[in-house]
């Protein structure tokens, strides 16, 4: 099983602040399987990006994703008040398809 | 547009059985592979099971195997997830979540709402 470690655990910023979230892989998550998803309380996940940094529809252009083999980054370039929830990262490569713990970015 | 419903969810006591559904709109359902997903509460996202679009196969995680098992009914688009044996550590909400292509290793796009699962005596 693939284990996702997602740093840091909460991050305290403010609106218009820079996000750097990261999500490190026990082994490699091959051909950049690697997803991001965003949860706000009393809602279902929402795909962000996908392989690594392809944004899923209809996502704003004000998140990125880069990373490859282990190391993956989701950065959120200016934090809109909407963008404050938990973020998860997932691999799905191979089963059992795993999530990594969060990070939520509070205010 | 797509959407996912879940159903099904209740209170139940450890040992007992329930069988979850997700109506499926807005897509061909026998397209996409698809998953439960759950998540207790206060906690994070934990893949349940999946089902591959021709029902060919299909993927546990290890504590449900031999407990859970995922199904799927094109002709009524509805997937379904029976459980039984349940216990305490499997109380949580439930979603159904779609696969973004037809690829059993791809990422999804469309989540229900989910439905919750409380296993209490």
């Known amino acids: 099983e693939i284990v996702l470690t997602q740093s840091p655990g909460t991050l305290s910023l403010s609106p218009g602040e820079r996000a750097t979230l990261s999500c490190r892989a026990s082994?490699?998550?091959?051909?950049?399987?690697l997803a991001w998803y965003q949860q706000k309380p009393g809602q279902a996940p929402r795909l962000l990006i996908y392989?690594?940094?392809s944004r899923a529809t209809a996502i704003p252009d004000r998140f990125s994703g880069s990373g490859s083999g282990t190391d993956f980054t989701l950065t959120i370039s200016r934090l809109e008040p909407e963008d404050f929830a938990v973020y998860y990262c997932q691999q799905f490569g191979t089963s059992p398809w795993t999530f990594g713990q969060g990070t939520k970015v509070e205010i | 547009q797509v959407q996912l419903v879940e159903s099904g969810g209740g209170v139940v006591q450890p040992g007992g059985s329930l069988r979850l559904s997700c109506a499926a709109s807005?897509?061909?359902?026998?397209?996409?592979?698809m998953h439960w997903v759950r998540q207790a509460p206060g906690k994070g996202l934990e893949w349940v099971a999946f089902?591959?679009?021709?029902?060919?196969?299909?993927y546990y995680t290890d504590s449900v195997k031999g407990r859970f098992t995922i199904s799927r009914d094109n002709s009524k688009n509805t997937l379904y997830l029976q459980m039984s044996s349940l216990r305490a550590e499997d109380t949580a909400l439930y979603y159904c979540?779609?696969?973004?292509?037809?690829?059993?290793?791809?990422?999804?796009?469309?989540w229900g709402q989910g439905t919750l699962v409380t296993v209490s005596s």
């Open positions: 807005g897509f061909t359902l026998s397209t996409y592979g």
């Open positions: 089902i591959r679009y021709d029902e060919s196969y299909t």
């Open positions: 392989g690594a940094s």
């Open positions: 082994q490699s998550v091959g051909s950049s399987y």
């Open positions: 979540a779609k696969a973004i292509v037809g690829s059993t290793w791809s990422p999804f796009d469309y």
